[in-house]
């Protein structure tokens, strides 16, 4: 018998720009250090915890009783656009059509899809940072130009419209906004989005704006630069399920935008996963149209979660932490700590057994900050801040 020949792996040169999401490496860590015995608090993954409302549940069990298995279409069922098409216009204030909604297995498809269809070699994408650390990996595996826009604390993370403006070239295809933000927390009022769109003007960009934590927002309301007049044609607008309803698992979004656009999509879903599973489309009807009070419940508790780590997190030496407006994370300032930040959550998920992100798994200007989840329950939170605290004062 010959022995094996091992060849070499040659793989395409657009695989080195791919990038990753840093939460499910730190995620693999920190549960392989519970399998040798330890204690960890999991603040790294951004997911609810709570269980998908019951509701919800049963419409998917009785899709898959009745039959919902096979194919559906590539851009949904028509059902499903049909109640989300309904749920944007109602929500948002401009009129939508089910020819406008493509329903993806997730939301991170909208995403590539966008970054696929409208970004050539070279065109330029404006996206936030720190900022959702796919934006960037898309980007650059295009071969686009990604263009930080620097979120800066003192101003609540929101986006300084005068530095937007001047980042803006010729070569600037699509401008990502995201609101309730992720790693931040942070929350554009409706004068920075209605400035985003002054800036822009009659300018053929495109953007997209990633909506998917808007139901988790505690002060306030949600405003979508959909809904600034002249704004719907140029907006690509991604929402879906998984925090909303806590249905990760079920693995569905969407996004809304011009037909025209919506068939390109369309056709990009036929070449890489034919069609979202068609009995989690009709578990996303009940979602979109039954009970609402479970997504009450859980916004409620996630700003109660808020105010408690906040204020313990601003008592500990070196961290500091602006009261986050939406999603589900707080983003403590640690430069105080003199510590930088990946070995700083490096050394709280190793000494202390509490799992957090560095800030810079979210781009260059995360430095000096981390993200922890607050999807976990209260005394796992206080408990985490114990942790913290005891590490802090032995080794700060």
Request: glycine share 8%; proline share 5%; net charge negative.
């Amino acid at each position: 018998m010959s022995p094996t020949t091992q060849h070499e792996l040659l793989l395409a040169r657009r695989m080195s720009r791919l990038g990753t999401e840093t939460a499910f490496e730190v995620l693999n860590k920190a549960r392989a250090l519970e399998r040798q015995g330890r204690s960890i608090i999991h603040l790294e993954i951004g997911e609810p915890d709570f269980a998908t409302p019951p509701n919800i549940v049963e419409a998917g069990v009785n899709a898959l009783q009745s039959g919902w298995t096979h194919y559906g279409p590539a851009a949904g069922l028509p059902e499903l656009r049909q109640t989300i098409a309904d749920y944007i216009s109602r929500t948002r204030g401009v009129e939508v059509a089910p020819e406008e909604v493509v329903v993806v297995p997730g939301g991170k498809p909208i995403i590539f899809f966008t970054i696929l269809s409208l970004i050539d070699e070279g065109d330029e994408v404006i996206y936030p940072n720190p900022g959702f650390p796919i934006y960037e990996s898309m980007i650059h595996y295009v071969g686009g130009r990604a263009v930080p826009i620097q979120l800066r604390e003192e101003r609540d993370f929101s986006v300084d419209v005068n530095e937007l403006a001047e980042l803006i070239s010729d070569r600037t295809k699509v401008i990502i906004l995201n609101s309730p933000h992720n790693p931040t927390g942070g929350v554009m009022p409706r004068r920075d989005v209605e400035q985003v769109a002054k800036v822009i003007g009659d300018r053929n960009i495109f953007v997209l704006s990633d909506e998917i934590y808007s139901r988790l927002l505690f002060e306030g309301e949600h405003f979508s630069i959909m809904s600034v007049p002249g704004m719907q044609e140029r907006t690509i607008l991604l929402d879906g399920f998984s925090k909303t309803y806590a249905m990760t698992g079920w693995r569905m979004g969407y996004g809304v935008m011009r037909p025209d656009l919506a068939g390109q999509m369309t056709r990009l879903m036929t070449n890489s996963n034919s069609c979202t599973a068609s009995f989690t489309q009709k578990a996303g009807v009940e979602a979109l149209s039954g009970d609402q009070s479970s997504v009450d419940h859980m916004c409620a508790e996630f700003k109660r979660r808020r105010d408690v780590f906040v204020t313990g997190l601003n008592k500990i030496t070196g961290f500091s932490c602006r009261l986050p407006h939406g999603a589900f994370y707080v983003f403590p300032n640690i430069t105080k700590t003199g510590w930088k930040s990946k070995p700083l959550a490096d050394a709280l998920l190793e000494q202390a057994g509490v799992a957090a992100l560095s800030g810079t798994s979210f781009g260059e200007y995360g430095e000096g900050y981390l993200r922890f989840s607050i999807a976990n329950s209260m005394e796992n939170l206080q408990q985490a801040l114990e942790r913290i605290e005891q590490w802090a004062r032995q080794n700060l």
